[in-house]
């Protein structure tokens, strides 16, 4: 959801004028209201808003009260997060228990309905482009349920983690798939996140992360597994799925953030990489380095976009290696049944990772038919 700019310029004036007192943002909206207008039309929907705008205006004092788009309104009230909880907690519980009445073909419909509150302090008007993103993605975890929900700081916490169990969870699903069943993975990270670091700190890019979780869960949550690597990096499991379904769904999910953050995190992208099993990949290890290379052609195309894996186009690269180096790969590849070019290229991918990709070295890439206990002493 964009804010209309217009709301942001009163929403200043209003933070300039009290800047003496502690002033919450609130964002609330109508659950399940574009397919209210589905179903009833725009006009109707029209009194919808004006019985919330209404509702608020009685139980608020508010120093704004402005619609946006989606069924939404931003509310600027003059008191502290806490006090606002419990005002804005009676006003979802007066929406709730009320019925409005209409006539449509004839017929007579009363319809209730239930609203959806997000709120964070904004302390002083330095501080409104901070309050805005809390309020922002507070509301995006608030969005549907009929609560109301003070901004958090508390990061995200994925289903589970992009490390070694995550590849024990995306062999599993390899194995657990029926013939000729694919299994695809998307990859995806913010662009430029150590950027949002350093201008708007750790708490900020924390939020920024709860939000692209919340997205990622909304998604997902039914159809696939949600993992999550370093900081500003998660990976979906999505077993039944085609690459080309996969890349639409990530897709949607790059314009969903790209728009819901451009008034508060203006310029927020995300580079995203598809591949699929067995498409691109014979097994998970191969699979999570055709994704990791759509992520990064994704990345080196200027971001905020989607790949697809590509079939492999091999280049030839002259390297020396001592004697022991090789006989040593020569023993490993002989006792994995695999070849040596396979060996020295999953060890490039091990090395890109560590050096180039920031992950920590005990994330190195362990051979599917290995024992993951035996990896932590390998160096």
Known sequence: MIL?????S????????????????????????DAFLREYGYPLGD??????????????DPLLLEPQSGGCFLVALPEEDSGAQIDLERVCHRIAGSRLRFTVDGQQIAHSMTISVGLSPLSSPQDLQSALSQV?????????????????????SPSTPHSLSTRATLREALLAAPPDSPVSVIQLDI?????????????????????VGKILRDAFAESGT???????EFLVILPGIRAEDAAFEAEIIRRAVADSVEVALPGISLSIGVAAYPLNAVDGRSLLRKVREARYASRMAGGGRVSVAEADQMVTKTSHFSKIQLKRLGSLAKRLERSEADLLREGLDALLEVYDDGAPSSDAIVPDDQPEGIHSNIR
């Open 136 to 156: 922002l993605w507070t509301y995006g975890e608030a969005s549907g349920t009929g609560n109301v929900i003070r901004a958090s700081k508390a990061p995200f």
């Open 47 to 60: 009194q919808v808003l004006k019985h919330v705008e209404s509702v608020c205006s009685e139980e608020l």
């Open 10 to 33: 009163d929403l200043k004036a209003a933070a300039t004028a009290h800047s003496e007192h502690t002033i919450t943002l609130v964002l609330l909206g109508v659950d399940e209201f």
């Open 226 to 232: 949600i993992c999550d690597r370093r900081s500003d």
């Open 4 to 8: 209309n700019h217009s709301t942001i």
């Open 191 to 211: 662009d430029d996140c150590s950027k949002v670091m350093e201008a708007k700190g750790r708490e900020q890019t924390d939020i920024l992360l709860n939000y």
